[in-house]
């Protein structure tokens, strides 16, 4: 290839490149507000959408929320304790493969698919037909049974496990965070409903990692979630650069300009 060639090759790239970048730099730069020297609002920033306060409600409002909606499995570890009564106190039981957990009095218990309220209130009523007012709680130890999909232009794409509360973010940054070909600014989250029903969320997961976005944005996952991760403009252009006959097309450029 000669030098006339190489330069045809290099101006195709560029165009090719400012075709897939151009749009979208020129939506944002139509989308800005012009504002005049003299604008207060040019020099004071926007006020913050809520205070350190609020957004500590809402993380305990995450874990609450977690923690009473979570639906026992197999591999989760629960505490069962009978106030007064040691000898059906149970301080570890780990869920079964198929689902149950050990009680001395009880027996094998089916607790699969059960919220720690739930399985704490069949308890006392089972554990009433033995005992005189039973006083029965019952803790999740160790959550291992929930589990998200993170799939897409991460860096290690697959399974996570979900021990503990998850916002979309850490679920990303327990994939190893974004790939080079990873688009920040539009993840997919698909949620599927207890009735069947399929939910789809978009997340600017771009703005939670500048500090724009309210600690809502950041929203909680629930076990079954998947995120997905798509490609960005880099993923493009390496996708047009791939194509067959490409190398072709260049050729054809340089030639033209002989």
Do not use: W
């Amino acid at each position: 290839m000669n030098s006339t060639e190489r330069l045809g090759m290099a101006a195709a790239l560029i165009i090719l490149a400012c075709a897939l970048y151009g749009q979208q730099g020129f939506a944002q730069t139509s989308s800005a507000t012009t504002q005049k020297p003299g604008d207060p609002k040019a020099n004071n920033p926007a006020p913050a959408a809520s205070d350190t306060s609020d957004d500590n409600e809402i993380f305990r409002d995450i874990y609450q929320e977690f923690y009473d909606g979570y639906r026992l499995g197999p591999a989760d570890e629960i505490a069962i304790r009978v106030i007064g009564q040691p000898d059906y106190t149970v301080e570890r039981a780990k869920v079964s493969p198929t689902g149950s957990v050990y009680h001395p009095l009880l027996g094998d218990l089916e607790v699969a698919g059960l919220t720690v309220r739930r399985l704490n209130d069949r308890l006392t009523k089972d554990l009433s037909e033995y005992l005189i007012n039973p006083r029965v709680t019952v803790s999740l130890i160790e959550a291992n049974s929930a589990k998200i999909g993170v799939l897409g232009d991460v860096v290690h794409p697959g399974i996570v496990v979900m021990n503990r509360p998850m916002t979309i973010l850490e679920a990303i940054v327990a994939s190893g965070g974004f790939a080079n070909t990873g688009s920040k600014s539009g993840v997919t989250v698909l949620r599927q409903t207890r009735d069947g029903r399929a939910q789809t969320f978009t997340v600017n997961v771009k703005r939670i990692l500048e500090g724009k976005a309210r600690a809502e944005e950041n929203i909680a996952l629930r076990g079954g979630d998947t995120v997905i991760v798509h490609g960005n403009a880099r993923k493009k252009l390496d996708s047009v650069l791939s194509l067959a006959g490409f190398g072709s097309f260049l050729s054809f450029i340089s030639i033209g300009r002989r």
